[in-house]
């Protein structure tokens, strides 16, 4: 069976400073596809960033980097030098190569105060 | 890129009464689409997978019976949620997917409110 934790339930910081969103999965497929998604007030999920199970390079993206470690089963999310604009849900997500279907953590409740 | 509609975004309706919502692929077939829901301040809990041309599978706890899902074409797939009472409340989204090794795509969310 496949499962997401994000044990962080909310994380507040101010403005400017670093911070990481972990997430930890389980899945007994081979193949399989983790995610990231932004989830604002609105309620649009919004795509940052997809990581295949057989690639496990880091990835930067402006202030934006994700860590894969298929070791611990994590890919962390860190946010450098927030801003009030990233405030927002954020979920990590993971798809299975076998199924198809893509199951999420329970979120993260991201304040980032000015 | 890729492009899901849902219609509607927002929806009203009474208890009793039923509610259908649309989830369209604009610019792509996909072949799965999934239907999640999200209770305020909770995860996107999976409801249903739907393959064009065949039956729906239910997650686990899913009243199949309550929440229809028809896929009738590689582009359309419908959610209707039947008997609609209060606690059917909720937001709703739908996912179209191709190849997941080539992500998902979803659609903006259906908040639903039964009165």
């Known amino acids: 069976a496949q499962k997401v934790t994000q044990a962080q339930t909310e994380i507040s910081v101010v403005e400017k400073e670093d911070v990481t969103l972990d997430c930890v999965y389980e899945?007994?497929?081979?193949?399989?596809?983790l995610f990231w998604y932004k989830q604002p007030p609105s309620g649009e999920l919004v795509f940052l960033i997809r990581?295949?199970?057989?690639?496990?390079q880091n990835e930067i993206s402006g202030r934006y980097s994700w860590n894969f470690q298929k070791s611990t089963s994590s890919f962390n999310f860190t946010i450098t030098a927030s801003q009030v604009v990233d405030s927002a849900v954020y979920f990590c997500a993971l798809g299975s190569g076998n199924t198809g279907k893509l199951i999420f953590g329970q979120g993260t409740t991201l304040q980032v105060k000015p | 890129g890729a492009v899901v509609s849902q219609h509607p975004s927002r929806v009203i309706c009474k208890s009793g009464t039923s509610v259908k919502i649309e989830c369209r692929s604009l610019d792509f077939q996909a072949t799965t689409m999934f239907w999640y829901r999200q209770f305020p301040k909770k995860s996107l809990m999976l409801m249903a997978t739907?393959?064009?041309?065949?039956?729906?599978?239910?997650e686990q706890g899913v009243e199949k019976d309550k929440f229809l899902i028809n896929h009738a074409s590689l582009t359309l797939s419908t959610l209707t949620v039947t008997s609609a009472h209060p606690e059917d409340s909720s937001f709703y989204i739908c996912?179209?997917?191709?190849?997941?090794?080539?992500?998902?795509?979803f659609g903006s969310g259906t908040r639903l409110t039964v009165v």
């Open positions: 899945t007994r497929d081979t193949t399989y596809y």
């Open positions: 739907s393959n064009e041309g065949s039956k729906a599978t239910y």
């Open positions: 996912s179209a997917v191709t190849d997941p090794a080539e992500g998902y795509t």
């Open positions: 990581r295949n199970s057989f690639d496990e």
